[in-house]
Structures are given as structure tokens and as C-alpha cells.
């Protein structure tokens, strides 16, 4: 996989992430809501520098999809949360994927957004009482 290819990976997940925040910001109260809110305007700034990058760059810009798929029903706080804890999971792990493809400064940003993304799931996952907060290898399947 080239650079390009894996960042232009990673945009394609930043565009699911932020297209879950929705549905999860609105089963959210008060403190978590807006931790939603500022999520959700991370992946944003995050999806903004790849498109700049790749359309820069050698690389292509994936489209972004009208709409996706999520893993389940989002009827509540305890869905919200635990669709949050996955939404950056499987976010971190297209960044880990892209440290392998990027030197310098685009290897400096995929270990940004993976720490980025790592962090975030654990502020959710202590959000939403889940034991243990932390993963030993974020991005990494289980």
C-alpha cells in the first residue's frame, strides 16, 4: 500500500466517524454531548487536511458516501457511547495501518490521529463504565 493509498483510507474512515457522531450526539446529554460535538469537530479538521493533502499531492480523494451503515441501532445513551468507543477503534485502526505506508511529516500525522483517536476511545469508554478504559495496542484488532 502507498502513502497515498493509506491516507486516503484513513479519509474514508474519518468520513464514516463523522457521519456517526450524529446519531450518537443526540442520544447524549449535557458533558458527553458535547465531548460528541468536539469529537466529531476533530475528525472534521482531521478529514479537511487529508482532502488538502491528497488533492495536493499525487494521491486521489476518495468521495465521500451520501450515508453508512452503522453496526447497530443507536436507541440510546449506553448504544451511543458503546457506537462512540467503536467509531474510534475502527477509526485508529486505518491510522495504525497508515504508520507501515507514510514517512516524515505524513508518518507524524497518522501517529497523531492514531494517538488522537486511542485517547477519545478511552474518555468514552470511562464514560460509559467500561472495564478496562484502555486497549494495549490501539488500532490493533482484538
Avoid: K, N, Q
Avoid at 488533492?55 to 440510546?76: E, F, H, N, Q
Wanted: charged share 25%.
Amino acid at each position: 500500500m502507498t502513502a497515498e493509498e493509506a491516507l486516503a483510507a484513513a479519509l474514508t474512515a474519518e468520513y464514516a466517524a463523522i457521519f456517526a457522531y450524529g446519531p450518537i450526539g443526540v442520544r447524549l446529554t449535557d458533558a458527553a454531548r458535547r465531548a460528541a460535538r468536539e469529537a466529531e469537530s476533530a475528525h472534521r479538521r482531521r478529514r479537511d487536511d487529508l482532502v488538502l493533502r491528497l488533492s495536493t499531492g499525487s494521491g486521489a480523494v476518495p468521495a465521500d458516501r451520501a450515508g453508512y451503515a452503522l453496526p447497530y441501532p443507536v436507541t440510546d445513551a449506553a448504544s451511543a457511547l458503546r457506537l462512540a468507543v467503536e467509531v474510534e477503534e475502527r477509526t485508529a485502526g486505518y491510522w495504525r495501518a497508515a504508520l507501515a505506508a507514510t514517512t516524515d511529516a505524513e508518518r507524524a500525522l497518522a501517529l497523531a490521529a492514531l494517538t488522537d483517536c486511542a485517547l477519545r476511545a478511552t474518555r468514552w469508554r470511562r464514560t460509559a463504565g467500561i472495564t478496562p478504559s484502555t486497549v494495549p495496542f490501539p488500532g490493533r484488532p482484538s
